[in-house]
């Protein structure tokens, strides 16, 4: 199943696939097919630049990198800081890429999206599925009380059921009288979008496809039978944890939490009375979620502030701030596993992904949370990444370049799917006429 299950990301039927895909020489000669992907993220902006292969593959060609400043917990909060972010890193990937790219797939969050899980029915006419009839169900799935402040960013397919017969996939075919579709619907602030296109414009991009930032990373990072057995994604960035529930190879619960690896700075920065900058230093180099792995002798260099001299800190005392900020994480996300419905059938336990799950002991402090398997989520399922690319933080950006890979695959009837993928295709062409 893999990308097919992030199912209508239906961003780029609404501006034309030609259009995204194709890179052209001066003379308007085509010349590759370019993909882009844009994670803006509160502590920084990821640009990767990829080429599809003839097979429908991609190759990475370039990737640039920047602090951002101008984003707060998801939201952007100082345009010119955020659109700095941006030129520095798409400049840094076109110069390492040798291309020019003029528009891209952007991952967003935000404590400011919202999914929710709904379900439809209707009567099948002529007493076998159709595609009308799955249109018709789709529809009436969707068809709920959405604030008008707020905009539709995917529709996800879970599951269908025809008559007393669950768990269908694709009901196309199938004699029945009554015809059920549960979906799981992700909204976002209509001002954030907004706001988010400001930037990408100033910046010199198209804004083309807008792309829930854990659902990008699960594409990355995930394997299809995770997907299946049960898998929770928890995505935990500078300033929010985002997290996608899959059961099924459908996704269940999406989430995202107002705390991420930002507090936790915060607190070294409180508890040490340290400059954030140097803080975020201590966190990087020396932090561990807990003192399990540290040595009882470990000690950590402090420059002094203010002309002060430099101090010594025991390395456990770092860990003992970062302790509590992590285990509120974990026990905030594992309600939310509890909240999807599926949270005692995750087979597959938990992926750790952002920057702050390579926090050193975190893997085990997650593990004793939760009570299930965990493992950090690396873009494992993007080829012929360099290994100075194999890291959480390029995840969600690497997850950009393979789902819009699979749109491209689709468009050029090289989908790989089979039956859920082609259902995927069929239903985003129905739904795009509904935004």
């Not at 502590?43 to 640039?64: M, T």
């Not at 707020?150 to 269908?168: C, G």
């Not at 414009?201 to 829930?212: K, N, P, Q, T, Y």
């Not at 080829?383 to 959480?392: A, I, R, T």
Request: with cysteine; charged share 20%.
């Amino acid at each position: 199943m893999g990308s097919a299950m992030l199912s209508p990301l239906i961003g780029l039927s609404r501006f034309g696939l030609s259009s995204y895909f194709n890179w052209a020489n001066g003379n308007g000669k085509l010349m590759r097919s370019v993909l882009t992907g844009v994670d803006v993220g509160t502590s920084k902006v990821c640009v990767l630049i990829a080429e599809i292969q003839p097979d429908g593959g991609i190759v990475l060609l370039g990737y640039g990198a920047s602090p951002c400043s101008g984003v707060r917990r998801g939201v952007v909060a100082n345009i010119e800081a955020t659109v700095e972010a941006l030129r520095a890193s798409i400049s840094e990937a076109q110069k390492s890429a040798g291309v020019g790219i003029g528009a891209a797939a952007v991952g967003i969050s935000g404590s400011h999206i919202h999914g929710i899980n709904s379900h439809g029915i209707v009567a099948v006419r002529g007493g076998e599925v159709g595609a009308r009839d799955i249109q018709r169900v789709i529809d009436a799935a969707r068809a709920v009380a959405i604030p008008l402040d707020r905009e539709v960013l995917h529709i996800l397919p879970q599951q269908f059921a025809v008559d007393d017969q669950e768990r269908v996939r694709d009901p196309t075919g199938m004699a029945g009288v009554r015809l059920e579709a549960r979906i799981h619907i992700v909204t976002a602030a209509q001002s954030y979008s907004q706001n988010l296109k400001k930037c990408c414009d100033r910046a010199g991009i198209s804004m083309l496809e807008v792309v829930f930032a854990p659902l990008a990373s699960a594409e990355a990072a995930l394997y299809p039978e995770e997907r299946e057995l049960g898998v929770a994604l928890i995505d935990i960035g500078g300033g929010t944890t985002d997290i996608a529930v899959f059961h099924g190879g459908a996704v269940m619960h999406t989430a995202v939490l107002p705390i991420g690896g930002g507090h936790v700075t915060s607190d070294i920065a409180d508890g040490l009375r340290a400059p954030i900058s140097e803080a975020e230093r201590l966190k990087v180099n020396y932090g561990a979620a807990t003192d399990l792995p540290i040595g009882r002798n470990e000690i950590v260099q402090m420059p002094g502030v203010g002309g002060r001299a430099p101090r010594e800190i025991p390395r456990q005392h770092l860990s003992e701030i970062i302790e509590p900020r992590m285990e509120e994480i974990f026990v905030m996300s594992q309600r939310e596993l509890l909240r999807s419905g599926v949270g005692d059938s995750l087979g597959s336990g938990v992926v750790l992904a952002g920057g702050t799950s390579l926090l050193e002991g975190a893997q085990e402090l997650a593990e004793q949370i939760f009570n299930l398997p965990v493992r950090r989520g690396l873009p494992t399922n993007a080829s012929h990444v360099p290994e100075e690319l194999m890291k959480p933080i390029y995840t969600t950006a690497a997850g950009l370049l393979l789902n819009s890979a699979s749109w491209h695959r689709n468009a050029n009837g090289l989908s790989r799917y089979g039956g859920w993928g082609g259902l995927r295709l069929r239903v985003t062409g129905w739904i795009r006429d509904f935004f």
